[in-house]
């Protein structure tokens, strides 16, 4: 018994998420939800706006970094289309849930919907902020930050299920970077030099609004 439990392989800890992808991923959960909640003061506008600016920032660049980022942070690694999404959902409705390293393709169609409501909340709120009579788009605006609001309430949702359902916390490789799978599927690089790249220009674009103010 004890040499067939040592024979076991279990699989090791390899690096999935780059830094860049995990800096995005917190940051842009900051600004939307700092943006959210500084939405209806007029005293705190300049949070407000400048939160909704770094939004748009972030997302452009993950838009770059999902084609020229590592394995699992690219579009072609993990955007599958609705029938893979449909299979993944059945898979998990009959116990026997697929595996994905990376996003799965349920997850990865929420990740296309929040960085599309994501650039349409920004694009709306500059809009807002350029004219003088803009209550259509004031209310086009809100509209997008509620639709985004669900799609991340249904985000961490459908994360803290799947994570009961594969019996894998989904949560903390988003700040290690790190899963359990074949020393073959590690990405062999973090990143860390582009994620703290990212971490500065925002540090030092909320200076100059702060600065300017
Ligand atoms: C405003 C709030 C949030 C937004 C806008 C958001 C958005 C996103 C986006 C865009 C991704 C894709 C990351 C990438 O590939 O670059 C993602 C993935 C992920 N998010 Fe969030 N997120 C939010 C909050 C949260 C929270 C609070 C949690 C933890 C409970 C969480 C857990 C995760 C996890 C685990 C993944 C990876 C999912 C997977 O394994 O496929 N997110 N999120």
Redo the contacts with the bound molecule.
Sequence with gaps: MKNARSRQVSPATVLV?DVP?RV??WL??VC??GAYLTSESEDWRLVHVTLGYTMAGLIVF?LV?GFIGSRY?RFSD?VRGPAAAASYLRSLLHGKPQH?L???PA??LA?LG??AL?AATAATGWIVLQESSAELWEEVHETFANL?LAL?LI??AA??VSSRLHHEN??A??FSGVKHGQPEQAIRRGWCSIGLLVLLVVAVFWWLQWKMS
């Design positions: 998420w992808v995005f991923h842009l959960a939307f939800a993950r970094w942070a993990f994905f990376g996003h799965n997850g990865a990740i929040l960085l994501g985004m991340v985000h961490i994360v803290i989904l949560v490789p988003m």
